[in-house]
């Protein structure tokens, strides 16, 4: 099946500076991918919906001067959270989309996630 | 606006029993329903997809039901074993895809 990769897996970084998380589908090019947040025993939130080549779309309530997203190839988009705070500590997931037809119904397949740490 | 539930929020079943765990939703103009495994502090596991126009999927032990115009999805477990402790979630496409919150499951030795 599809591979999705996220790099890095866990990242503890002190307060106020930014951090980029990044995410690759490793064997299929992915038009569209997604980044969702889990905090602890809560449910994945969908933040935004990244598009290479054209500007992300935020979820409401969702800062995108905080949460810059940048889907600049076909396999790679990243995610970076600037000037981080404490309460941006959370468990970060992204997915991509298949959208060449190989995979039927163009199904999302996920990462495995990246848990941010902000001192 | 879709909402997800899943119930119950935690589960605990001496191992050998079977199970079902319950999502409802509250759109039923959805794609697909699927149902994820979670280990703690791990990424995502996809279990079974049932798309719309489809009334079950089955891998294994599991298997997965949908009913679209009621809202609902039952997820069973036969024979459970201790490695199937995790926490599951249901997760509902429409435009986007909603995740419940999930059901964590324990399965006593």
């Known amino acids: 099946g599809a591979v999705v990769s996220q ?18 589908s490793l064997d299929f090019q992915a038009t569209t991918m997604f980044w969702y947040r889990q905090f602890p025993k809560q449910s994945l939130m969908l933040m935004a919906t990244s598009n290479e080549g054209s500007k992300a779309t935020y979820e409401q309530g969702v800062e995108k001067d905080k949460f810059l997203i940048n889907h600049a190839s076909l396999t790679l988009s990243t995610l970076t959270v600037t000037s981080a705070h404490p309460e941006d500590s959370s ?29 | 606006k879709q909402e997800v539930t899943q119930i119950p929020a935690a589960l605990s079943v001496p191992e050998g029993e079977n199970l079902v765990l319950n999502c409802s939703f509250t759109d039923s ?24 126009s489809q009334r079950e999927q ?52």
């Open chain 1, 7 to 24: 790099h890095p897996s866990r990242v503890i970084c002190k307060s106020g500076t930014s951090v980029k998380i990044e995410c690759r």
């Open chain 1, 91 to 119: 468990f970060y997931i992204c997915s991509a989309r298949d959208n060449s037809g190989r995979v039927k119904y163009n199904e999302q397949f996920f990462g495995p996630g990246t848990r941010l740490t902000v001192l």
């Open chain 2, 29 to 52: 103009a959805i794609y697909n329903l699927q149902w994820f495994r979670q280990d703690p502090g791990k990424g995502l596991t996809s279990l079974l997809l049932i798309q719309s």
């Open chain 2, 58 to 109: 089955t891998s294994g032990r599991l298997n997965a039901s949908l009913d679209k115009s009621s809202g609902r999805s039952t997820l069973y477990i036969a024979a459970s074993q201790p490695g199937d402790s995790a926490t599951y979630l249901c997760a509902v496409k429409g435009d986007k895809i909603i995740f419940g919150k999930g059901t964590r499951l324990h399965i006593l030795p």
